[in-house]
Protein backbone atom coordinates (compact mmCIF):
# COMPACT_ATOMS: atom_id res chain seq x y z
CA UNK A 1 0.00 0.00 0.00
CA UNK A 2 1.25 3.25 -0.66
CA UNK A 3 0.30 6.68 0.44
CA UNK A 4 -0.73 8.10 -2.78
CA UNK A 5 -4.16 5.42 -2.42
CA UNK A 6 -5.43 7.29 0.49
CA UNK A 7 -8.81 8.83 0.16
CA UNK A 8 -8.85 12.41 -0.78
CA UNK A 9 -8.65 15.19 2.28
CA UNK A 10 -7.83 12.10 4.27
CA UNK A 11 -5.09 12.16 7.02
CA UNK A 12 -3.72 9.42 8.15
CA UNK A 13 -4.73 8.92 11.74
CA UNK A 14 -2.80 6.36 12.86
CA UNK A 15 0.81 5.12 13.08
CA UNK A 16 0.90 1.77 10.92
CA UNK A 17 3.95 -0.83 10.99
CA UNK A 18 5.15 -1.57 7.32
CA UNK A 19 8.13 -0.77 4.76
CA UNK A 20 5.24 0.64 2.48
CA UNK A 21 3.58 2.59 5.14
CA UNK A 22 4.39 6.20 6.25
CA UNK A 23 3.95 5.98 9.94
CA UNK A 24 3.25 9.69 10.54
CA UNK A 25 -0.11 11.48 11.62
CA UNK A 26 -0.35 14.26 9.88
CA UNK A 27 -0.46 13.66 5.80
CA UNK A 28 -2.62 15.57 3.30
CA UNK A 29 -4.06 14.99 -0.01
CA UNK A 30 -5.03 18.15 -2.41
CA UNK A 31 -8.62 19.27 -1.38
CA UNK A 32 -7.70 19.58 2.53
CA UNK A 33 -7.77 22.59 3.96
CA UNK A 34 -4.46 22.00 5.87
CA UNK A 35 -2.82 20.80 1.95
CA UNK A 36 -4.18 24.29 0.38
CA UNK A 37 -2.31 26.38 3.13
CA UNK A 38 0.65 24.68 2.59
CA UNK A 39 0.82 25.02 -1.20
CA UNK A 40 -0.28 28.87 -0.81
CA UNK A 41 3.08 31.00 -1.06
CA UNK A 42 1.24 33.54 -1.85
CA UNK A 43 2.95 33.99 -5.62
CA UNK A 44 0.88 33.01 -8.68
CA UNK A 45 4.12 32.86 -10.76
CA UNK A 46 5.10 29.70 -8.98
CA UNK A 47 1.79 27.80 -7.37
CA UNK A 48 1.16 26.04 -9.93
CA UNK A 49 3.80 23.54 -8.75
CA UNK A 50 1.11 20.76 -6.48
CA UNK A 51 2.66 17.88 -4.82
CA UNK A 52 0.90 14.46 -4.54
CA UNK A 53 1.59 14.87 -0.06
CA UNK A 54 1.95 17.01 2.20
CA UNK A 55 3.55 15.84 5.10
CA UNK A 56 3.64 17.71 8.67
CA UNK A 57 6.59 16.35 10.71
CA UNK A 58 6.91 16.64 14.70
CA UNK A 59 9.60 15.21 15.13
CA UNK A 60 13.19 14.67 13.95
CA UNK A 61 11.81 11.28 13.44
CA UNK A 62 8.78 11.75 11.51
CA UNK A 63 11.61 13.70 9.49
CA UNK A 64 14.03 10.28 8.95
CA UNK A 65 11.14 8.65 8.20
CA UNK A 66 9.56 10.91 5.46
CA UNK A 67 13.16 10.66 3.79
CA UNK A 68 13.41 7.10 4.15
CA UNK A 69 9.93 6.58 2.20
CA UNK A 70 10.77 9.13 -0.39
CA UNK A 71 13.70 7.52 -1.52
CA UNK A 72 12.24 4.21 -1.36
CA UNK A 73 8.78 5.22 -3.28
CA UNK A 74 11.13 7.88 -5.66
CA UNK A 75 9.31 10.58 -4.60
CA UNK A 76 10.65 14.44 -5.23
CA UNK A 77 11.46 15.62 -1.32
CA UNK A 78 11.47 19.46 -1.19
CA UNK A 79 10.96 21.44 2.45
CA UNK A 80 8.92 24.68 3.35
CA UNK A 81 9.44 26.70 6.38
CA UNK A 82 8.40 29.76 5.98
CA UNK A 83 7.50 29.85 2.22
CA UNK A 84 9.15 32.72 1.37
CA UNK A 85 11.12 30.84 -1.77
CA UNK A 86 10.63 33.72 -4.26
CA UNK A 87 10.92 31.20 -6.65
CA UNK A 88 8.32 28.50 -5.03
CA UNK A 89 11.31 26.19 -4.56
CA UNK A 90 9.48 24.56 -1.31
CA UNK A 91 7.39 22.91 -3.50
CA UNK A 92 7.62 20.36 -6.36
CA UNK A 93 5.17 18.38 -8.74
CA UNK A 94 3.69 15.32 -7.93
CA UNK A 95 6.44 14.70 -5.00
CA UNK A 96 6.08 15.11 -1.06
CA UNK A 97 6.54 18.33 0.64
CA UNK A 98 7.33 18.47 4.15
CA UNK A 99 5.93 21.42 6.13
CA UNK A 100 7.99 22.13 8.93
CA UNK A 101 5.35 24.25 10.73
CA UNK A 102 4.71 22.02 13.70
CA UNK A 103 8.35 21.81 14.37
CA UNK A 104 8.77 25.41 15.53
CA UNK A 105 9.58 25.41 19.49
CA UNK A 106 12.60 28.26 21.01
CA UNK A 107 14.74 27.11 24.10
CA UNK A 108 16.65 29.99 25.46
CA UNK A 109 20.13 29.31 27.23
CA UNK A 110 21.16 32.40 29.57
CA UNK A 111 24.18 30.84 31.25
CA UNK A 112 25.60 30.12 27.26
CA UNK A 113 23.76 33.21 26.06
CA UNK A 114 22.33 31.10 22.97
CA UNK A 115 18.98 30.40 21.68
CA UNK A 116 18.16 27.06 19.70
CA UNK A 117 15.51 27.33 17.30
CA UNK A 118 13.21 24.37 15.57
CA UNK A 119 13.17 24.75 11.86
CA UNK A 120 9.47 25.54 11.57
CA UNK A 121 9.75 28.63 13.21
CA UNK A 122 9.24 32.36 12.00
CA UNK A 123 11.18 35.51 13.38
CA UNK A 124 8.31 36.84 15.05
CA UNK A 125 8.25 34.12 17.41
CA UNK A 126 11.91 33.94 18.15
CA UNK A 127 11.80 37.59 18.91
CA UNK A 128 9.11 37.45 21.34
CA UNK A 129 10.41 34.91 22.88
CA UNK A 130 13.40 36.33 23.76
CA UNK A 131 11.19 39.46 24.42
CA UNK A 132 9.77 37.85 27.19
CA UNK A 133 12.92 36.60 28.64
CA UNK A 134 15.25 39.83 28.50
CA UNK A 135 14.38 42.62 26.80
CA UNK A 136 18.07 43.66 25.84
CA UNK A 137 18.41 40.17 24.20
CA UNK A 138 18.86 40.08 20.43
CA UNK A 139 18.95 37.23 17.96
CA UNK A 140 21.03 38.07 13.90
CA UNK A 141 17.34 37.21 12.29
CA UNK A 142 14.83 39.03 9.27
CA UNK A 143 13.79 42.19 9.68
CA UNK A 144 10.28 41.00 7.85
CA UNK A 145 9.28 38.88 11.51
CA UNK A 146 6.80 36.53 9.34
CA UNK A 147 10.28 34.95 7.40
CA UNK A 148 11.21 31.58 8.19
CA UNK A 149 14.23 31.19 10.31
CA UNK A 150 15.59 28.30 8.08
CA UNK A 151 15.83 29.74 4.53
CA UNK A 152 17.14 32.90 5.78
CA UNK A 153 19.87 31.39 7.81
CA UNK A 154 20.86 28.66 5.00
CA UNK A 155 21.39 31.53 2.85
CA UNK A 156 23.41 34.13 4.77
CA UNK A 157 20.91 35.52 6.64
CA UNK A 158 21.20 39.37 6.45
CA UNK A 159 20.23 41.31 9.29
CA UNK A 160 19.67 45.35 10.47
CA UNK A 161 22.44 44.21 13.21
CA UNK A 162 25.02 42.61 10.95
CA UNK A 163 27.30 46.15 10.66
CA UNK A 164 27.67 45.11 13.92
CA UNK A 165 27.53 41.62 14.70
CA UNK A 166 27.71 39.84 11.48
CA UNK A 167 25.80 37.36 9.02
CA UNK A 168 22.96 34.98 10.63
CA UNK A 169 25.60 32.25 9.49
CA UNK A 170 28.50 34.57 11.49
CA UNK A 171 26.45 33.38 14.72
CA UNK A 172 25.54 30.14 13.86
CA UNK A 173 27.01 27.69 16.47
CA UNK A 174 25.00 23.95 16.02
CA UNK A 175 22.71 22.76 13.20
CA UNK A 176 21.00 19.65 13.41
CA UNK A 177 19.78 18.24 10.39
CA UNK A 178 18.85 14.70 8.67
CA UNK A 179 20.84 13.92 5.59
CA UNK A 180 19.48 12.00 2.48
CA UNK A 181 19.99 8.80 3.85
CA UNK A 182 17.60 9.44 6.72
CA UNK A 183 20.61 9.73 9.31
CA UNK A 184 20.23 12.56 11.71
CA UNK A 185 23.12 14.54 12.56
CA UNK A 186 24.53 16.79 15.03
CA UNK A 187 26.69 19.31 13.37
CA UNK A 188 28.69 22.18 15.00
CA UNK A 189 30.83 24.88 14.21
CA UNK A 190 33.94 23.15 16.04
CA UNK A 191 34.12 19.59 13.84
CA UNK A 192 37.31 18.28 13.22
CA UNK A 193 36.64 15.54 11.16
CA UNK A 194 37.31 17.39 7.45
CA UNK A 195 33.60 16.02 6.14
CA UNK A 196 31.39 17.26 9.06
CA UNK A 197 33.11 20.77 9.11
CA UNK A 198 32.74 20.73 5.35
CA UNK A 199 29.17 20.09 5.22
CA UNK A 200 28.80 22.37 8.70
CA UNK A 201 30.73 25.35 6.52
CA UNK A 202 27.99 24.20 3.33
CA UNK A 203 25.25 24.65 5.69
CA UNK A 204 26.00 28.47 6.48
CA UNK A 205 25.22 30.40 3.25
CA UNK A 206 24.51 27.47 1.01
CA UNK A 207 21.04 27.73 0.36
CA UNK A 208 18.15 25.95 2.11
CA UNK A 209 17.10 22.45 0.96
CA UNK A 210 20.44 21.46 -1.11
CA UNK A 211 22.21 19.13 1.43
CA UNK A 212 19.59 17.60 3.25
CA UNK A 213 16.80 18.71 6.37
CA UNK A 214 17.69 20.80 8.85
CA UNK A 215 15.47 20.13 12.43
CA UNK A 216 17.65 22.78 14.38
CA UNK A 217 19.65 25.74 15.14
CA UNK A 218 21.50 27.38 17.84
CA UNK A 219 22.86 30.76 17.39
CA UNK A 220 24.80 33.08 19.73
CA UNK A 221 22.31 35.71 21.48
CA UNK A 222 23.71 39.50 21.67
CA UNK A 223 22.72 42.29 24.21
CA UNK A 224 21.71 45.94 23.19
CA UNK A 225 23.38 48.17 24.65
CA UNK A 226 20.67 50.03 25.60
CA UNK A 227 17.18 48.64 26.30
CA UNK A 228 15.77 50.63 23.15
CA UNK A 229 16.82 51.22 19.40
CA UNK A 230 15.79 54.05 17.27
CA UNK A 231 13.63 53.25 14.39
CA UNK A 232 11.60 54.81 11.15
CA UNK A 233 11.74 55.84 8.22
CA UNK A 234 12.85 58.97 6.08
CA UNK A 235 10.81 59.51 2.81
CA UNK A 236 11.04 61.60 -0.27
CA UNK A 237 8.68 62.44 -3.43
CA UNK A 238 10.52 61.74 -6.50
CA UNK A 239 10.50 63.76 -8.41
CA UNK A 240 9.48 66.74 -6.55
CA UNK A 241 12.70 65.98 -4.13
CA UNK A 242 15.05 64.87 -6.22
CA UNK A 243 17.85 67.44 -5.21
CA UNK A 244 17.10 66.89 -1.71
CA UNK A 245 17.09 62.96 -1.99
CA UNK A 246 20.29 63.31 -4.15
CA UNK A 247 22.22 65.03 -1.22
CA UNK A 248 20.82 62.67 1.06
CA UNK A 249 22.37 59.59 -0.90
CA UNK A 250 25.82 61.27 -1.43
CA UNK A 251 25.95 61.13 2.51
CA UNK A 252 24.98 58.11 2.92
CA UNK A 253 27.27 56.57 0.20
CA UNK A 254 29.96 58.28 1.84
CA UNK A 255 30.51 56.42 4.89
CA UNK A 256 27.82 54.86 7.95
CA UNK A 257 29.13 54.12 11.06
CA UNK A 258 28.50 50.31 12.24
CA UNK A 259 25.81 51.09 14.79
CA UNK A 260 23.69 52.13 12.09
CA UNK A 261 22.13 50.34 9.80
CA UNK A 262 20.19 52.15 6.71
CA UNK A 263 17.88 50.22 4.08
CA UNK A 264 16.36 51.70 1.20
CA UNK A 265 13.06 51.05 -1.20
CA UNK A 266 11.87 52.72 -3.94
CA UNK A 267 7.84 52.51 -4.24
CA UNK A 268 4.75 53.54 -5.01
CA UNK A 269 2.00 55.11 -3.04
CA UNK A 270 -1.26 55.47 -4.30
CA UNK A 271 -2.82 57.15 -0.82
CA UNK A 272 -6.57 56.86 -1.10
CA UNK A 273 -7.86 59.60 -3.02
CA UNK A 274 -8.96 59.38 -6.76
CA UNK A 275 -6.57 62.37 -6.93
CA UNK A 276 -3.67 60.30 -6.59
CA UNK A 277 -5.07 57.48 -8.93
CA UNK A 278 -1.56 58.27 -10.78
CA UNK A 279 0.60 57.00 -7.88
CA UNK A 280 3.60 58.84 -5.85
CA UNK A 281 6.89 57.41 -6.49
CA UNK A 282 8.72 57.40 -3.07
CA UNK A 283 11.94 56.69 -1.96
CA UNK A 284 12.28 55.53 1.69
CA UNK A 285 15.56 55.19 4.15
CA UNK A 286 14.40 52.15 6.66
CA UNK A 287 16.78 53.50 9.52
CA UNK A 288 17.80 51.81 12.42
CA UNK A 289 20.33 52.90 14.96
CA UNK A 290 21.61 50.50 18.13
CA UNK A 291 21.97 53.33 19.90
CA UNK A 292 20.19 56.65 21.88
CA UNK A 293 17.85 58.90 20.02
CA UNK A 294 20.20 62.28 20.50
CA UNK A 295 23.10 60.06 18.89
CA UNK A 296 20.84 59.07 15.79
CA UNK A 297 20.16 62.45 15.06
CA UNK A 298 23.65 63.54 15.43
CA UNK A 299 25.07 60.46 13.00
CA UNK A 300 21.78 61.48 10.56
CA UNK A 301 22.25 65.37 10.88
CA UNK A 302 23.11 66.33 7.35
CA UNK A 303 20.87 63.00 5.89
CA UNK A 304 17.70 64.99 8.44
CA UNK A 305 18.75 68.29 6.36
CA UNK A 306 17.37 67.08 3.11
CA UNK A 307 13.93 67.34 4.30
CA UNK A 308 12.57 64.29 4.48
CA UNK A 309 9.03 62.92 6.21
CA UNK A 310 10.52 61.16 9.45
CA UNK A 311 9.22 58.79 11.41
CA UNK A 312 12.11 58.19 13.66
CA UNK A 313 11.15 57.02 17.27
CA UNK A 314 13.44 55.49 20.26
CA UNK A 315 11.25 51.79 20.48
CA UNK A 316 11.88 48.67 21.88
CA UNK A 317 13.15 45.65 19.17
CA UNK A 318 10.32 44.03 18.91
CA UNK A 319 7.78 47.14 19.21
CA UNK A 320 9.52 47.10 15.75
CA UNK A 321 8.83 43.75 14.73
CA UNK A 322 5.27 44.11 15.90
CA UNK A 323 4.97 46.81 13.13
CA UNK A 324 6.52 45.24 10.74
CA UNK A 325 4.18 42.36 11.24
CA UNK A 326 0.94 44.35 9.43
CA UNK A 327 2.82 43.69 6.23
CA UNK A 328 1.75 40.50 4.77
CA UNK A 329 3.55 39.01 2.07
CA UNK A 330 1.13 36.33 1.65
CA UNK A 331 -2.09 36.44 -1.08
CA UNK A 332 -3.98 34.36 -3.78
CA UNK A 333 -4.30 37.03 -6.11
CA UNK A 334 -1.02 37.90 -7.39
CA UNK A 335 2.17 37.03 -9.45
CA UNK A 336 5.74 38.43 -8.57
CA UNK A 337 9.22 38.11 -9.61
CA UNK A 338 12.69 39.20 -8.39
CA UNK A 339 16.20 40.49 -9.64
CA UNK A 340 19.09 40.67 -7.34
CA UNK A 341 22.62 42.46 -7.34
CA UNK A 342 24.90 42.98 -4.68
CA UNK A 343 26.76 46.13 -4.51
CA UNK A 344 30.18 46.98 -2.90
CA UNK A 345 31.03 50.00 -0.56
CA UNK A 346 30.16 53.35 -2.03
CA UNK A 347 28.75 51.53 -5.03
CA UNK A 348 25.61 53.85 -4.64
CA UNK A 349 26.79 56.37 -6.42
CA UNK A 350 24.19 59.19 -7.84
CA UNK A 351 24.81 57.59 -11.62
CA UNK A 352 23.44 54.40 -9.83
CA UNK A 353 20.49 56.00 -7.72
CA UNK A 354 19.45 57.94 -10.83
CA UNK A 355 19.15 54.98 -12.84
CA UNK A 356 17.30 53.18 -10.16
CA UNK A 357 14.53 56.26 -10.05
CA UNK A 358 14.29 55.82 -14.00
CA UNK A 359 14.09 52.43 -13.62
CA UNK A 360 10.94 52.52 -11.26
CA UNK A 361 9.19 55.47 -13.93
CA UNK A 362 9.31 52.91 -16.26
CA UNK A 363 7.72 50.24 -14.09
CA UNK A 364 4.32 49.24 -16.49
CA UNK A 365 0.95 49.43 -14.62
CA UNK A 366 -0.26 45.74 -14.23
CA UNK A 367 -2.10 45.35 -11.05
CA UNK A 368 -5.70 45.47 -11.06
CA UNK A 369 -7.20 46.91 -8.11
CA UNK A 370 -9.75 44.85 -6.31
CA UNK A 371 -12.70 47.72 -6.18
CA UNK A 372 -12.48 48.59 -10.05
CA UNK A 373 -10.14 48.52 -13.27
CA UNK A 374 -7.70 50.77 -12.58
CA UNK A 375 -4.31 49.48 -13.38
CA UNK A 376 -1.55 50.31 -10.59
CA UNK A 377 1.94 50.25 -10.60
CA UNK A 378 3.58 47.63 -7.85
CA UNK A 379 6.65 47.37 -7.91
CA UNK A 380 9.81 48.23 -5.77
CA UNK A 381 13.72 48.38 -5.67
CA UNK A 382 15.21 48.02 -2.39
CA UNK A 383 18.59 47.04 -0.90
CA UNK A 384 19.30 45.98 2.77
CA UNK A 385 22.38 47.15 4.09
CA UNK A 386 25.41 45.13 5.24
CA UNK A 387 29.34 45.67 5.41
CA UNK A 388 31.73 46.39 8.31
CA UNK A 389 31.62 43.22 10.43
CA UNK A 390 30.12 41.21 7.39
CA UNK A 391 33.12 42.57 5.31
CA UNK A 392 35.87 41.38 7.88
CA UNK A 393 35.17 37.62 7.46
CA UNK A 394 37.15 36.16 4.59
CA UNK A 395 35.56 35.27 1.16
CA UNK A 396 36.01 31.68 1.78
CA UNK A 397 34.83 31.31 5.34
CA UNK A 398 31.40 30.49 4.49
CA UNK A 399 29.55 29.87 0.67
CA UNK A 400 28.35 33.76 1.26
CA UNK A 401 31.03 34.78 -1.01
CA UNK A 402 30.67 38.15 -1.68
CA UNK A 403 32.22 39.89 1.89
CA UNK A 404 32.56 43.09 0.45
CA UNK A 405 28.96 43.63 -0.36
CA UNK A 406 27.38 46.50 1.56
CA UNK A 407 24.16 46.77 -0.75
CA UNK A 408 21.95 43.63 -1.27
CA UNK A 409 19.40 44.50 -3.64
CA UNK A 410 16.34 43.17 -5.08
CA UNK A 411 14.19 44.35 -8.01
CA UNK A 412 10.46 43.11 -7.81
CA UNK A 413 7.31 43.70 -9.96
CA UNK A 414 3.84 42.48 -9.29
CA UNK A 415 1.08 41.26 -11.85
CA UNK A 416 -2.55 40.47 -11.65
CA UNK A 417 -2.88 37.94 -15.14
CA UNK A 418 -1.04 35.61 -16.02
CA UNK A 419 -1.09 37.03 -19.43
CA UNK A 420 1.19 40.20 -17.96
CA UNK A 421 4.05 37.92 -17.38
CA UNK A 422 6.33 38.62 -20.48
CA UNK A 423 5.72 42.52 -19.85
CA UNK A 424 6.34 42.32 -16.69
CA UNK A 425 9.62 40.11 -16.63
CA UNK A 426 10.90 42.75 -19.57
CA UNK A 427 11.16 45.15 -16.37
CA UNK A 428 13.01 43.12 -14.20
CA UNK A 429 15.24 42.19 -17.32
CA UNK A 430 15.71 45.80 -17.81
CA UNK A 431 16.55 46.19 -14.50
CA UNK A 432 19.41 43.53 -14.81
CA UNK A 433 20.43 45.20 -18.25
CA UNK A 434 20.97 48.76 -16.08
CA UNK A 435 22.14 47.45 -12.68
CA UNK A 436 24.27 44.34 -12.90
CA UNK A 437 27.84 46.23 -14.73
CA UNK A 438 27.47 48.16 -11.05
CA UNK A 439 27.42 44.79 -8.71
CA UNK A 440 30.64 42.95 -7.64
CA UNK A 441 32.31 41.39 -10.27
CA UNK A 442 29.66 42.42 -12.82
CA UNK A 443 27.18 39.14 -11.45
CA UNK A 444 26.60 39.49 -7.39
CA UNK A 445 23.60 38.00 -6.58
CA UNK A 446 21.78 36.89 -3.31
CA UNK A 447 20.30 33.33 -2.91
CA UNK A 448 17.65 33.96 -0.85
CA UNK A 449 16.57 36.78 -3.19
CA UNK A 450 16.62 34.02 -6.00
CA UNK A 451 16.22 34.52 -9.82
CA UNK A 452 15.10 31.77 -11.53
CA UNK A 453 14.39 32.94 -15.27
CA UNK A 454 16.78 34.49 -16.84
CA UNK A 455 19.89 34.68 -14.11
CA UNK A 456 22.92 33.70 -16.39
CA UNK A 457 25.60 31.46 -14.66
CA UNK A 458 23.55 31.59 -11.15
CA UNK A 459 26.17 29.18 -9.53
CA UNK A 460 28.48 32.17 -9.67
CA UNK A 461 26.48 35.28 -9.39
CA UNK A 462 25.33 33.25 -5.84
CA UNK A 463 28.25 31.34 -4.60
CA UNK A 464 31.37 33.07 -6.75
CA UNK A 465 34.75 31.13 -5.69
CA UNK A 466 32.83 28.64 -3.07
CA UNK A 467 29.95 26.80 -5.34
CA UNK A 468 33.52 24.20 -6.63
CA UNK A 469 33.88 23.51 -2.73
CA UNK A 470 29.66 23.14 -2.46
CA UNK A 471 29.67 20.69 -5.31
CA UNK A 472 31.86 18.66 -3.50
CA UNK A 473 30.41 18.34 -0.20
CA UNK A 474 27.10 17.81 -1.97
CA UNK A 475 28.65 14.91 -3.84
CA UNK A 476 29.82 13.58 -0.41
CA UNK A 477 26.50 14.02 1.58
CA UNK A 478 23.92 13.24 -1.80
CA UNK A 479 25.82 11.72 -4.05
CA UNK A 480 22.56 10.59 -5.63
CA UNK A 481 21.25 14.03 -5.80
CA UNK A 482 17.83 13.57 -3.68
CA UNK A 483 17.49 16.68 -2.78
CA UNK A 484 17.38 19.15 -5.95
CA UNK A 485 15.70 22.00 -7.78
CA UNK A 486 15.76 23.87 -10.43
CA UNK A 487 19.03 26.14 -8.89
CA UNK A 488 19.57 23.38 -6.40
CA UNK A 489 23.51 22.71 -6.05
CA UNK A 490 24.78 20.47 -8.47
CA UNK A 491 27.31 17.36 -8.15
CA UNK A 492 30.66 17.70 -8.70
CA UNK A 493 31.62 16.91 -12.76
CA UNK A 494 33.98 14.30 -11.28
CA UNK A 495 30.92 12.47 -9.21
Same mark, same amino acid.
Given at each position: ??????????????? %???? $??????????????? +???? &???????? $??????????????????????????????????????? +???????? @????????????????????????????????? +???????????????????? &? /???????? =?????????????????????????????????????????? =??????? /??????? =? &??? #? *???????????????????????????? *?????????????????????????? @???????????? &???????? @??? #??????????? $??????????????????? #???? $????????????? *???????????????????????????????????????? %????????????????????????????????? +???????????????????????????? /?????????????????????? /????????????????????????????????
Amino acid at each position: MRCNSLQENQIMEES %ISGD $DILPIKEIYKPGSKQ +YKET &VNIGNKAY $DYKRPELVVIPKSHEDVEATIKYARAYKYVLTVKCGGHS +YAGYCLNK @GGIVLDMKEMNQVHIDDEALTVTVQAGALWMKV +YTKLADRCSDYIVIGGQCPK &V /GVSGFTLG =GGLSPFSRQYGLAVDNLLKVSMVDASGTLLHLTNEETDPDRR =GLFWALC /GGGGGNF =G &VVT #E *FTFKIHRLPNLTVVCGTLTWNLPQQKEE *FTKAMDTLNNEVPRDLCIDNVWCYDY @GKGKEEAQGQLK &VSMTVIYN @GLM #EECNDVLKEIL $DQNPVNTLKKMHWIKWEQM #EMSF $DPHSDEIFYHHAS *FIMGEHGITTEVSDKISQLMEEVPALVTEKKGSVMKKNAH %ILWDQIGKQTATVPADDTPFYWREGEYVMTAAI +YWSKKEQKEVALQWTEKCKEVLTPFALD /GKAAYVNYIDEYSLENWQEAYY /GGNYSRLCGIKSRWDPENFFHFKQSIELSPAS
